[in-house]
């Protein structure tokens, strides 16, 4: 009963949006390169049609030297804004429902005593899709200032807000929601239960203890970075479009992506098969340091 309490308990909502802050800070250079990866050698904007990076490694040193090294953390506070949302949501409300199917007895199976594995599926879909949403126009905010950089297209992010609200509307904010939400399917399917099953076996090995924690989080983000990649590319690149015609841009062809499966279409059709994991290397690189700084402090919080 005093676990229950404990997973049930309101600070467990905290604990993930503090250790989520903390893991952003840490890796968001790397997320840059990778959003700037993502969008490059679109058809649609001529602005973007050029292969400008070669790399994470490139883009990393370009970016740097041409823009100063502040211009990587070009939409750092959107993006913690976001994890102050979406941290805090999806995994206080995944491990709340793991609670609720423990208690129910959907969650463990009693011949074996292990977790079921669709129960754990469906409660880090559920609570992947309520944090997405809501989180999006953070998001939004955050790929559109890791595109400006830094110099005369530099946006604050209360100018950025503006212009995509007065520009945009409302909707705006919420550009790129489906992919986001089913990104978001697709990363806490399989980055949370695969990171709870790895911890549960190698507890029996190394215990409760920080090395635990960081092999199991290595695993999880190289198996999410691996089913996500494709539809972050997607969601990225239908975030960055903007309402063209109503900010009068004269370098974009009439071919906008029209949602999802179109941009991934025109995106295969032009750039090849592969165009899908563009800023792979980073997302996994990033996505490896960020699991293991979020579940470590994570971890370390629910002790208290």
Known sequence: MKETLKERDIRIFAYGGIASILAEFGTFPIDTTKTRLQIQGQKIDKKFSQLRYGGMIDAFFKIARDEGVTALYSGVWPAVLRQAVYGTIKYGTYYSLKSFAREGGLLVDPKTGSERVWCTVVCAATAGVISSALANPTDVLKVRMQVSGKGSRQKSLWKCFYEIYKFEGVKGLWRGVV???????????VDLPVYDF????????????????????????????????P???VRTRLM??????????????QNIYRGSFHCAIETVRHE??????????????????????????????KKL
């Open 272 to 301: 090849g098969l592969m165009a899908l994991y563009k800023g792979f290397i980073p997302a996994w690189m990033r996505m490896g340091p960020w699991n293991a700084i979020f579940f470590v402090t994570f971890e370390q919080m």
């Open 240 to 253: 960055n479009q903007k309402h063209l015609l109503a900010l009068n841009e004269t370098n974009v062809t």
């Open 179 to 189: 992919p986001t939400t089913q990104r978001a399917i697709i990363i806490t399917s």
């Open 231 to 233: 539809m972050d590319v």
């Open 198 to 229: 790895c911890k549960s076996r190698l507890l029996n090995i190394f215990g409760d203890q920080p090395i635990t924690h960081c092999i199991s989080s290595s695993i999880s983000s190289l198996s999410a970075a691996i089913a996500s990649t």
